[in-house]
């Protein structure tokens, strides 16, 4: 449904709208007032986790566990080191949640941030003492990405092709199309403007694109 | 029609998706780019759906389980310890109230834990838990010094402490750690309050200002080490230091130099200056400020070489710290690289070679025999010792270090983060230096960069300029041979840098996988193409050690460098004429006499860069190709 009103707009606007009115023609004002329920909704159950409510805290932990997870996993490869990574993250979240502050976006973006810096954080430990980069074992695990199924991608595969992204190019990559969020949310976490992470995200996939198919130009 | 840039379109498009549109809605609305959106968009919808992986549940549960246990001391420590009365508590309160009831809990704290407890806390680190009964027991003995003097000195050597602290637990390979920065901080602040009180106190300010500069010398070396999330209050630290030197130690300067000023990184920058105009000079071809933030700023003279201490801000541009030196051309830092044969707390041997520590070295992780490192070495009143040891990027499996030499295309003087150099763009902004000795960093002048490739994007270490005029276009890459990105096409992988090789070099004469070279390449369309190499190092080969300096002076085949002698026999490769006063690269294993012995060896320079005291005549000097005269 929402797609069918998306074009019916479309059909109904001038081209000449600015491109940032027509995306917004795209969300019906159910999706606006989902999305702003949602918000209070989590805005709510973090105060409660800033009083150090047991409840509260479990809540946020089961949910953002998994997707912290899911963030590290996919940049590090390892099983244990993305567990460590999570529940490190979780801890420093617990920690510091009474320095947060609401200002209209979504919890989340602050906890992924806390989760990009222990993981740039690690990455330079590691390298000083001389361990393996976890990332560069997905490297040898598959020497050729190019050797992905045109269709679908298996989470192994994307992982062998992200390795070969720059850092940026990997975060914009991870946060906007695997984790969901938003061009500003993604800009919170990496500390640039939306302008940069639409940038980003363009070189992003076409860099993603030449490594599955280097046939084609993108 | 409004023209719109793709790249607006795109965004366009997959944030629609994200809100449920498909792609076909989006080919429908911009038909014009749908050869070029569609697989862009179908990419997205794939990536997108990619399933998540899944935790382990034991592994939650016992995440859990952490947070459970550091929930109970969070909520545990809500709890007041004591009654405060709440005349201290509400913040209404008679000022000289609240240094005492804090004193007071801090007593309760250690008496609460116990005697045993505080005497084993008191060698904690930051990372123990004990450490913050340390520092309790510190305030403790500082609550009952009457005298304010005394007082101060006592905070200051509480200070030091905490450096030392930062400096071993960096040592080990860990993070700065906040814990004791912060209680730095305060104990700095606390010996301020008490010289604005006593502003005659001559000693006292200078004890002040002498250990700010230790601190921020120390603290500006370490910037790499620390956390990201923890660069904000780390710059103010180094802010408020700066600004004590420059307040005559109360740390109330009329100039404040901002915490932001320093969120882009640090670097020096060496080279000739000059003043275009108020604050703004040029140091090498850089733009930089110069101005009252600026620490013995009084000594820079236009047309004087000098060091650099800069900041770079946020938007790329260069506010300079501290003028560190001003000399004409003297040798400043020489790199030693090699496996470690010896280490001690007083110094580390490579190759035979000794090179001491002072208390000013620093060691960004623990260093033990057999493991590779890098050491700066620098000229000392009390002679040649290392500045800083670090782990060699040849212990892990990361990115190989790359120098590329070539010419500078396009203006670069202004706050630009992006440099192109002989068509290879470079992103500048990780540069630690900029040696501008030989000339300034200008459009058309000759560098030697050291980089890292980092996917795409050629990061640079190090900028060191050879010449203001580049003799040619021609590159020289040092290189690891990675191996082939497609042999049939004769492409290379030189330290992640793609180049391709000329159909002259025949494929059996390709370089082994692993091995550093040194190749001449030039530009040809889009490709940097490899015309000649000279292998260095090969993996099965002798593991050499790499030392860059000066050539001081020359007796026939011994040379002498910054860090002492080398050998460098006419069996060995040298490139380049040699002459005393230039740079050199020489890599070399012991010799049997415990100097290095030089197997190959690349000249930098073109001309001299640095005056030397004496230049006795070579009775035998290696000609370009190594051969004996």
């Known amino acids: 449904m929402r797609a069918v009103a998306w074009s019916q707009t479309l059909t109904s606007l001038p081209k000449e709208r600015k491109p940032d009115v027509v995306a917004q023609q795209a969300t019906t004002d159910d999706d606006a007032v989902r999305k702003q329920a949602e918000l209070n909704t989590e805005w709510e159950l973090v105060r409660r986790a800033q009083s150090f409510d047991n409840d509260a805290i479990h809540e946020l932990y089961e949910k953002y566990f998994p997707k912290i997870y899911n963030y590290a996993f996919m940049q590090m490869g390892d099983v244990q080191a993305a567990e460590d990574l999570a529940s490190d993250v979780m801890l420093k979240m617990i920690e510091s949640i009474n320095k947060y502050t609401f200002r209209g976006l979504p919890f989340g973006a602050w906890v992924f941030r806390i989760a990009r810096n222990r993981l740039i954080d690690l990455h330079r430990r590691r390298k000083r003492r001389g361990e393996v980069d976890l990332s560069e074992t997905l490297s040898t695990a598959l020497a050729n990405p190019q050797a992905l199924a045109e269709r679908a991608l298996e989470r192994g595969q994307l992982q062998i092709a992200l390795k070969h992204l720059t850092e940026e190019q990997r975060q914009v990559i991870v946060l906007k199309f695997i984790e969901g969020f938003d061009n500003r949310s993604v800009g919170r976490i990496m500390g640039r403007s939306e302008g940069a992470i639409k940038s980003l995200q363009h070189r992003a996939l076409g860099a993603l694109r030449r490594i599955i198919h280097p046939e084609d130009r993108y | ?629």
């Open chain 2, 1 to 629: 029609m409004v023209f719109r840039r793709y790249e607006s379109i795109l965004a366009e498009c997959i944030d629609a998706m994200h809100l449920g549109a498909t792609v076909e809605d989006c080919l429908e609305r911009y038909p014009q780019q749908a050869n070029r959106l569609r697989p862009a968009l179908l990419l997205a919808e794939r990536v997108s759906q990619t399933p998540p992986a899944q935790v382990r549940p034991s592994a939650q549960a016992a995440g859990w389980k952490k947070i459970e246990k550091r929930l109970t001391e969070l909520q545990s420590a809500k709890q007041p310890v004591m009654y405060v009365p709440s005349a201290i508590r509400g913040g209404n309160y008679m000022g000289w109230l609240k240094p005492v009831a804090i004193s007071a809990i801090a007593i309760l704290t250690v008496s609460a834990v116990g005697g045993g407890t505080v005497l084993a806390a008191q060698s904690a680190m930051p990372s123990s838990p004990l450490y913050r009964v340390k520092l309790a027991g510190e305030d403790v003995r500082v609550w009952f010094i009457t005298d304010d003097t005394h007082k101060a000195n006592v905070l200051l050597d509480q200070s030091r402490q905490r450096m030392e602290e930062i400096n071993d637990t960096v040592k080990d390979g860990d993070a700065v750690p906040e814990n004791a920065l912060s209680a730095m901080e305060d104990r700095n602040r606390s010996a301020f309050e008490i010289l604005q009180g006593q502003p005659e106190n001559t000693e006292l300010r200078a004890r002040i200002i002498s250990q700010a500069a230790e601190q921020e010398d120390r603290l500006l070396a370490l910037w790499q080490e620390v956390p990201i999330d923890a660069h904000d209050s780390y710059a103010e630290v180094v802010a408020e230091l700066h600004n004590t030197q420059l307040g005559g130690g109360t740390g109330a300067a009329v100039a404040a130099l901002q915490p932001e000023e320093l969120t882009g990184g640090i670097l020096t920058i060496s080279g000739q200056a000059q003043n275009t105009g108020g604050d703004q000079w040029q140091v090498g071809g850089v733009d930089v400020r110069i101005d009252d933030q600026t620490l013995n700023r009084t000594m820079l003279q236009a047309g004087a070489s000098a060091t650099v201490l800069v900041a770079r801000s946020s938007n790329g541009r260069y506010h300079a710290l501290n003028l560190t030196s001003i000399d004409v051309g003297s040798p400043s830092s020489a790199f030693v690289s090699g496996a470690v044969e010896e280490v001690t707390d007083d110094g580390v041997r490579i190759a035979g070679q000794w090179i001491p520590f002072d208390s000013d070295t620093l060691q960004t992780a623990a260093i033990r025999p057999g493991q590779k490192v890098s050491v700066v070495v620098k000229n000392t009143s009390n002679g040649v010792v290392a500045g800083q040891v670090s782990p060699s990027s040849a212990n892990s499996n990361g990115p190989e270090t790359l120098w590329f030499e070539g010419t500078i295309q396009g203006d670069i003087s202004r706050a630009t983060s992006r440099w192109t150099v002989s068509g290879l763009e470079f992103d500048i902004t990780p540069s630690k230096g900029f040696d501008t000795r030989a000339g300034s960093a200008a459009n058309g002048a000759r560098v030697q960069i050291e980089a890292i490739a980092n996917g795409n994007e050629l990061l640079a270490q190090r900028v060191t300029v050879l010449s203001s005029k580049a003799p040619g276009d021609t590159s020289t890459i040092i290189g690891t041979f990675d191996g082939y990105i497609s042999k049939q096409e004769g492409i290379w992988s030189i330290s992640g840098l793609p180049v391709t090789a000329s159909p002259d070099i025949p494929d059996e004469d390709d370089p082994p996988e692993g091995a550093l070279i040194i190749a001449d390449a030039h530009r040809q369309g889009n490709d940097l193409v490899v015309s000649a190499f000279t292998v260095v190092e090969t993996p099965s080969g002798p593991s050499l050690v790499q030392v860059e300096g000066t050539i001081l002076e020359t007796h026939g085949s011994r040379w002498t460098l910054e860090i002492g002698q080398v050998h460098v026999p006419s069996t060995s490769k040298v490139i380049g004429k040699v002459e005393s006063g230039k740079r050199v690269i020489v890599w070399g294993t012991r010799g049997d006499d415990g100097i290095i012995e030089g197997t190959v060896a690349r000249i930098l320079d073109d001309t001299p860069i640095v005056q030397v005291q004496s230049e006795p005549t070579p009775t035998q000097v290696p000609d370009v190709t190594g051969a004996a005269p």
